[in-house]
């Protein structure tokens, strides 16, 4: 008979131990640094390559896994490594990657971050940083030291449709690896593992999971998907040195929204266009910009790769010359349901003011000079946003 444990030793070891086996709705969550092994020889076996060889929290628990093959699987791959933002999951691809003397290209209108960290490698290791614009293909010309290109459908603030078809194919005959962001399609849009009706597919795609999968505003997380298990390996080894992970409570949360995501991106895509309907109609801007929309650079590409018409909850006006910047402050601050801030995918919509003078390298003559506002919508009545922009316009005219 075992002895009576001590107090201090019975609040640590709860007699209640998990059952083999319960099916709830929701997956078990995981939250671990330590992991317990069951032997020594389980200690010695354990290979890191083995992705369910639990040995230590930052290598990841059944919570993270599943997440991470649910990830994979939505995107069209198959292996995927979780990143505690969207930003340290593009960081963790441009580190694992990219070497000293190293060509890498970024389009024009590439999350801002990204270039900046590329500028960073730049200054430090002699990585060039080529900018080419995401329209026009003919601006991509790699030379023998060219590793990544770096490509986004669509970009995040213009929104054009990049000629990825094009992109892809430059890129492969240079022997480059081709990085995706794909936070805008999300893995709804479209497949960018087999696009266009060539069944094209780029190497890597990065998910900034902040924003749709995550659908509360409320948690950071970052994906980097695959399906070559070398390259994958390249980007896992990197993950572990540089002891990236997540935390199990995000990512249970994460998990959860999972369910319901293809519907809110559904119904943020319809609001946007009947938003983008209604925006057009305005006098006040010189250019509404979705990838929808015929005017709007790049809109072949994306109806010949967003087959299944999504196109996001995002829509982009250039106000015409003669709103300043104190006009457009004061159309910001006025709007009530708009919140002004960063990201999108949640369930409130947003605003957010940009200066495109400050944000490219290239001329982009298909850009109007002007200030721009980005609206991201959210889960609201699109009646309701119309009415609340309508209200904004007024107090500037
Ligand atoms: C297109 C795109 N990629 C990546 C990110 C980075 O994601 P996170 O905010 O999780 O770092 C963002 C964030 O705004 C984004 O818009």
């Not at 009530?336 to 369930?347: D, V």
Request: charged share 15%.
């Amino acid at each position: 008979m075992t002895a009576h444990k001590k107090t201090q030793t019975q609040l640590i070891h709860a007699p209640r131990k998990a059952p083999q086996y319960i099916e709830t709705v929701q997956p078990p969550l995981f939250r671990a640094s330590t992991i317990i092994f069951k032997s020594t020889s389980h200690l010695f076996d354990r290979h890191w390559t083995d992705a369910y060889d639990y040995s230590y929290g930052t290598h990841g628990t059944p919570t993270t896994f599943t997440l991470a093959d649910n990830i994979a699987q939505i995107e069209g791959g198959t292996y995927c490594l979780l990143a505690p933002s969207g930003l340290s999951a593009i960081t963790l691809v441009n580190s694992a990657v990219l070497n000293s003397g190293d060509e890498v290209w970024v389009a024009d209108n590439i999350y801002g971050p990204n270039l900046e960290h590329l500028n960073n490698l730049q200054a430090r290791y002699g990585i060039q940083v080529k900018i080419y614009n995401p329209i026009d293909a003919n601006s991509f010309q790699p030379t023998e030291k060219a590793k990544l290109i770096w490509l986004e459908a669509a970009g995040s603030v213009t929104l054009e449709f990049p000629d990825l078809k094009n992109l892809v194919k430059k890129a492969q005959q240079a022997n480059m690896l081709t990085a995706l962001d794909n936070t805008w399609g999300a893995g709804l849009a479209f497949n960018a593992f087999d696009f266009s009706n060539e069944h094209l597919s780029v190497d890597i795609t990065v998910h900034a999971l902040t924003k749709y999968p995550s659908g509360g505003g409320d948690i950071l997380m970052g994906s980097v998907v695959t399906r070559d298990q070398q390259l994958h390996h390249k980007l896992y080894r990197m993950h572990a040195i540089q002891g990236i992970s997540v935390s199990g409570d995000d990512t249970a949360q994460i998990q959860r929204s999972l369910a319901h995501m293809s519907l809110r991106y559904d119904q943020q895509s319809k609001s946007a266009v009947t938003l983008l309907d209604w925006l057009q109609q305005q006098p006040h801007f010189s250019q509404v910009l979705h990838p929808s929309h015929a005017d709007s650079a790049g809109h072949s590409f994306w109806s010949e790769i967003c087959t299944t018409g999504k196109s996001a909850g995002l829509v982009s006006v250039i106000f015409k010359p003669e709103y300043d910047l104190a006009a457009i402050q004061k159309f910001c601050d006025s709007l009530s349901l708009f919140k002004l801030g960063f990201s999108w995918g949640g369930p409130i919509s947003l605003a957010m003011l940009y200066d495109l003078k400050q944000m490219r390298s290239l001329e982009n003559t298909h850009l109007q000079q002007g200030l721009l506002v980005r609206f991201c919508i959210g889960l609201e009545h699109p009646e309701d946003l119309i009415q609340d922009i309508q209200n904004a316009l007024k107090q500037i005219e």
